[in-house]
């Protein structure tokens, strides 16, 4: 039996099987290629979401380190700032000592009811209770409240420059004045190198407006309710002449209390009443060694509890409170200018302004404390210099101006008028040749 077999026919069944066969593999590498061109998408599309994820944490993380408070730094590399700093703080200490406080304890020994040493010795106890107890707000207030410490997130080692520039021209302000046997005021001194470096590094946005204008304004108002008060009480109490009857009536009583605020040359004290202040004025003594322990005490010892917390926690925010050894610290050095050079700014304070008896004394004292003391709890720091040399000066003004060495007060008004900008002077250089010699490239 023969087979034909019919080659066309054959071969369109081939084809007819083949082409469906082709189809369909085309289809199978067709969806493959898709596959996997999608597959190489996605591949990309998720190297560029990561990279993005990653430049984004980059950003993160560049930003966090540069607003953070906290900015891990190489110690050793400004350990020197720190010793310079202590250092400093130890010179404007005893300025401070052998200037402010002397002139507290000047009216004292110049009505002749302490002796010198004996007020060295006053000073010294009451200085450091003052301190210890009541000193550490105004201590916050100067080392962040006059500052917008916020500036220097990421920068902490510029906010160490400026306190040493801080110490240093106070200190040397303070050198040229007591040599100079004028009484300054250190607050004043400090408030504006704090204004200076400040204003040098971050302009007007570094500086706390608001606090500048309480500090000024608040002092004002105590300084003229403080006046008015005392001038009542010593011109009312303790003259001779404002003895009345309790019969005259009170137009007259009145008319003798307005000529009683008026100084008068002819105005007679009474010799009695003004021993009897005599042991009050010591306990004012001590009570403005306390004041100034509280006041002066914690406003130059501010610099050196930043570096402290700046250099020991890494953190611009300062956060810790005032160590107890650091305040100790600037009592130790108050105390060693008062006890080698404060005889300088007492004999100033004491006899060349004008004549000072216990009573005169005791108002003064007594006004000048209490305005501190009342500053010092509100976290003000204010002058107890110009406190104490206005007192002076308006107790001496009782007696129609003779009382008054008004060639010395201008003398005083002069060193009063240039602390600010003489302190302040060299705030910029030194920060400027100090700065490159701090080397923050060694990060852990």
Known sequence: MTIHWDVNRLGGAVRVIAVPIR?????????????????????????????????????????SIATSPV???????????????????????????????????????????VTIVQAYILASIFITLGSVLVGWSVTDTMRKGVVDVTEY?????????????????????LAITTGLRMPV????????????????????????WDEIYRITSTAVDIESVRTSSFKTVQLYALSESSKCDSDQDLFTKARRFVKNLLPNVDRVDDEKTIQ???????????????????????????????????????????????????????????CFGLWTLGYRIIGTVGSRVSHINPASGFTIEFGAAMTTLIASKLGLPISTTQCLIGSVVVVGSLRGGEGVR?????????????????????IEKG??????????DNQP
């Open 431 to 440: 920060h400027s040749a100090a700065e490159p010699a701090i080397s923050w």
């Open 71 to 113: 900015v891990p730094f190489d110690r050793s590399s400004v350990l020197w700032v720190l010793i310079v700093g202590i250092v400093m703080a130890f010179l404007l200490g005893a300025g401070l000592g052998a200037n402010d406080v002397s002139n507290t304890f000047g009216t004292s020994v110049g009505s002749g009811v």
């Open 276 to 334: 009897l202040f005599s042991w009050i004025q010591i306990f004012t003594a001590c009570f403005a060694g306390f004041a100034i322990g509280a006041n002066d005490v914690s406003t130059a010892i501010a610099p050196v509890a930043a570096l402290v917390a700046i250099y020991k926690d890494q953190n611009a925010r300062q956060e810790a409170e005032v160590p107890i050894y650091v305040l100790l610290f600037g009592v130790l050095a108050i």
């Open 153 to 173: 997130y990421g920068q902490p080692h510029e906010l160490m420059l400026g306190q040493v520039a801080i110490l240093g021209g106070t200190a040397i302000w």
């Open 185 to 208: 005021s250190t607050t004043h001194a400090m408030v504006g190198s704090t204004l200076g470096f400040t204003l040098v590094l971050r302009g007007t946005e570094g500086v706390n």
């Open 406 to 426: 008004w060639v010395v007060f201008r003398n005083i008004v002069i060193t009063w008028i240039s602390t600010l900008p003489a302190s302040g002077a060299n």
């Open 23 to 63: 189809d369909t593999l085309s289809a199978d590498m067709n969806s493959q290629q898709s596959t996997m061109v999608k597959a190489l998408m996605s591949c990309e599309a998720a190297d560029q979401n990561r990279e993005r994820l990653n430049m984004d944490l980059l950003t993160s993380s560049i930003t």
